[in-house]
Nanobody
Framework: QVQLVESGGGLVQPGGSLRLSCAGSGTIFSFSAMGWYRQTPGKQRELVATITSGTRHYTDSVKGRFTISRESLKNIVHLQMNNLNPEDTAVYYC?????????WGQGTLVTVSS
């Protein structure tokens, strides 16, 4: 059974940085894609960043501030978040794709506040 476990969330001041990590387990296969999504109360979950075969994609609001990376030959993905602002406050979810199936982590809360 595939599982994704996120870590690295927390409270940070505006302008600060956080690094989220997500480790996948339960499969011998490599995920074809991994990514990060985020959700705030009352809103739909939105894509933040994805990485597929080395190609990275970012939503416009995080371009230049966030960097997604994946450890070589591992089902581990990171999200380096710099210059955070209060609008980045959300629960961040790790996502992965294996064959026709998508998997999700339990989420990690990121709060940007002074």
């Amino acid at each position: 059974q595939v599982q994704l476990v996120e870590s690295g969330g927390g409270l940070v001041q505006p302008g600060g940085s956080l690094r989220l990590s997500c480790a996948g387990s339960g499969t011998i296969f490599s995920f074809s894609a991994m990514g990060w999504y985020r959700q705030t109360p009352g809103k739909q979950r939105e894509l933040v960043a994805t990485i597929t075969s080395g190609t990275r994609h970012y939503t416009d609001s995080v371009k230049g501030r966030f960097t997604i990376s994946r450890e070589s030959l591992k089902n581990i993905v990171h999200l380096q978040m710099n210059n955070l602002n209060p609008e980045d406050t959300a629960v961040y979810y790790c996502q992965s794709r294996l064959g026709p199936s998508d998997y999700w982590g339990q989420g990690t809360l990121v709060t940007v506040s002074s």
